[in-house]
């Protein structure tokens, strides 16, 4: 197995991992989990997890996190990033658009990647949220 398979098998799991994280916590928090992996008919884009928040708003959320790099983990990549900004924003152009959340466990804090993150949160993305892996 070459090293760029075993990196993409190895972003592959935290991702799965990372996911399976979130959806508990959210559970802790009073969420409720409609559906995992589910994809738009109209344009395509896939969303990690469809959940209605305590007050009963229904909320779509995709989950961006690593942590086994030694630099860039998370929305540091700016790769990782400007994907999420991409879905975020077909669904911003969407008439039954929902809450749309990005959860992370890491956020960028310099460069690029910090003014793409800023961009997205004026603009596309309701609300980012850190879930910390340590």
């Not at 098998?9 to 409720?32: H, M, N, P, Y």
Request: charged letters at 25%; proline letters at 4%; one cysteine or more.
């Amino acid at each position: 197995m070459s090293d760029l398979s075993n990196r993409q098998s190895a972003a592959s799991r935290q991702g799965r991992r990372f996911e399976e994280i979130v959806e508990g916590l959210l559970l802790i928090d009073g969420w409720t989990i409609n559906a995992r992996n589910w994809r738009h008919p109209e344009i395509e884009v896939e969303v990690d997890i469809v959940a209605t928040n305590p007050e009963g708003v229904e909320w779509w959320i995709e989950c961006k996190g690593s942590w086994e790099s030694p630099s860039r983990n998370g929305l540091e990549r700016t790769d990782t990033l400007k994907k999420a900004i991409g879905s975020a924003a077909l669904i911003r152009l969407l008439p039954d658009r929902r809450p749309y959340m990005v959860i992370t466990s890491h956020l960028p804090v310099s460069g690029a990647a910090l003014k793409w993150y800023e961009l997205a949160l004026n603009t596309y993305v309701d609300k980012f949220r850190v879930v910390g892996l340590s």
